[in-house]
């Protein structure tokens, strides 16, 4: 059985920097893919980037491009959402999937609260 764990969330103030990770275990990720999805007050969750385990590949939504980065540790099968320039909208419980290439995210963390304050 997949495991997702989230850490790193927090206060962090508007301009400012935060770096989540999400620990993975009882699978291989050789062939999977990861992502970052939040959920902002109000709003339903939402697309925030992610990564092919393989080749690194990335993608991005629009409203982060630029400010965030993803990677991961191989040796250490985590993975990591940089955050920078940080904005209130930003706020949100942000949760780290994954599944098989090909197959709709089916594994899911239980989330990490970040709030951005002015």
């Known amino acids: 059985q997949v495991r997702l764990t989230e850490s790193g969330g927090g206060l962090v103030q508007a301009g400012g920097s935060l770096r989540l990770s999400c620990a993975a275990s009882?699978?291989?990720?050789?062939?999977?893919?990861m992502g970052w999805f939040r959920r902002a007050p109000g709003k339903e969750r939402e697309f925030v980037g992610n990564?092919?385990?393989?080749?690194?590949?990335?993608k991005y939504a629009d409203s982060v491009r630029g400010r965030f980065t993803i990677s991961r540790d191989n040796a250490k099968k985590t993975l990591y959402l940089e955050m920078n320039s940080l904005k209130s909208e930003d706020t949100a419980v942000y949760y780290c999937?994954?599944?098989?290439?090909?197959?709709?995210?089916?594994?899911w963390g239980q989330g990490t609260q970040v709030t951005v304050s002015p």
């Open positions: 990564i092919y385990w393989s080749d690194s590949s990335t």
């Open positions: 009882g699978g291989t990720f050789g062939s999977y893919r």
């Open positions: 999937a994954a599944a098989p290439v090909g197959d709709p995210y089916s594994y």
